[in-house]
């Protein structure tokens, strides 16, 4: 069977910016839209209301105990109590869909952006000035059928000023983050501005339609992205995938050399820029730009993991086992790794080391879906096992 190479996208279910302040500016993108190629979107794409307070949202900032908790530690620590601590609203961490700041609020979870966001709607209600940053972490990769997501982080911090009641111990800012990476204190960060966050509210949606194969809302997400943040060039890798599903080779190559113009080493762009020119009849550059990426990415996202369920096809779990480890080395926290090495160890026989890997597909899954698939296989693992136990007695 044909191998395909995955697409590659960048999107902010935690956050991954691309380009610096001091950029050049970059030229007007116009030229690489299509939309006479995509039907009109079929639901309107817009970013305006990406902060506005639901009336549920003014109710909870005007009850009682929101009140008394901003008098007793002041406004920007009472809001993340308010938020986020048991027993106050406890909103929860969801990887699965980016919102705006009414539908987190109403679902009662959201993934990294959507909780920024949310969190940013109410300080500005509350008029409190807020700082959006990228946290300067690796990129942490997961998949979502034949597209593999490349995240790093982000988080806000509410500046505190010296007020009369206010105990800040000597803290002049409250950074709310809301999955910190280990050691956090330590990484340094980057100032995002306000259009950064939208642009890649808008970017996340396109990715997210791209996953249920919805390409023309698809399109329509990127391209907005695009004229959010022309400098943004994660959204013109997103528009390049998005014509390389609709079959628009000749677009896709465009855009994403467009993109190579600005980040000339962006191993995600050229990873999806290889099998297009070669589709174009362009052998000899897709070859010779094939080679360049395998110089400085020897070893691609989700490279070992590849080779390891090749190995579970084939029955080699010892193999399988060993390559799944080596993934799990290099991204602890993703639960797709731990899931399958889980299963490389129970076809194995090694019971124990099934159940502990399986716990930590369960720690580690970022989403409701995926954690009762993994509770239940848990579940079975340890049912099993008890099994296995009784009958050696």
Not at 256 to 285: C, F, Q, W
């Amino acid at each position: 069977m044909k191998f395909v190479p995955p697409l590659l996208l960048s999107i902010a279910t935690l956050l991954l910016a691309t380009g610096c302040a001091t950029a050049p500016p970059m030229p007007s993108a116009t030229d690489l839209f299509s939309d006479a190629s995509f039907k009109a979107p079929a639901q309107p794409v817009r970013s305006d209301q990406l902060f506005a307070l639901s009336p549920a949202m003014r109710a909870h900032l005007e009850s009682a105990q929101f009140a008394a908790s901003a008098r007793s530690v002041g406004p920007q620590h009472g809001l993340f109590n308010a938020l986020y601590k048991k027993g106050e609203l406890k909103i929860e961490y969801d990887a699965a869909v980016t919102r705006d700041a009414a539908g987190t609020f109403a679902a009662g979870k959201g993934n990294c952006l959507s909780l920024v966001i949310m969190t940013a709607a109410f300080a500005k209600a509350l008029a409190l000035p807020v700082n959006f940053q990228q946290v300067l972490v690796d990129q942490q990769w997961s998949r979502n059928g034949s597209m593999y997501v490349a995240s790093t982080h982000v988080n806000l911090s509410l500046p505190i000023s010296d007020q009369v009641g206010v105990h800040t111990s000597g803290e002049r800012t409250l950074t709310i983050d809301f999955l910190p990476p280990e050691d956090a204190n330590y990484f340094n960060t980057v100032a995002l501005d306000e259009t950064a966050i939208v642009a890649m509210y808008l970017n996340n949606r396109a990715a997210e339609e791209l996953a249920q194969d919805r390409i023309d809302q698809a399109y329509w997400y990127a391209r907005a992205a695009i004229e959010k943040n022309p400098a943004y060039i994660v959204a013109y890798n997103t528009l390049g995938v998005v014509y390389q599903r609709h079959g628009q080779m000749a677009l896709a190559e465009k855009v994403y050399k467009r993109a190579l113009e600005r980040e000339h080493e962006d191993t995600i762009v050229m990873h999806n820029l290889v099998p297009v020119l070669a589709s174009l009849g362009k052998a000899e550059e897709s070859k010779a730009l094939a080679e360049h990426l395998a110089h400085i990415q020897p070893t691609p996202p989700f490279y070992y993991f590849q080779k390891g369920m090749k190995a579970m096809d084939e029955r080699r779990y010892a193999d399988a086992k060993s390559l799944f480890a080596r993934e799990v080395q290099r991204s602890p926290y993703y639960h797709e790794f731990h899931f399958w090495l889980a299963l490389a160890h129970w076809s194995l026989g090694e019971a124990r080391d099934a159940n502990s890997e399986m716990a930590l597909a369960v720690d580690t899954s970022t989403s409701a879906d995926a954690t009762k698939k993994y509770s239940s296989k848990l579940a079975y693992l340890r049912s099993m096992s008890g099994e296995a136990r009784r009958r050696a007695y």
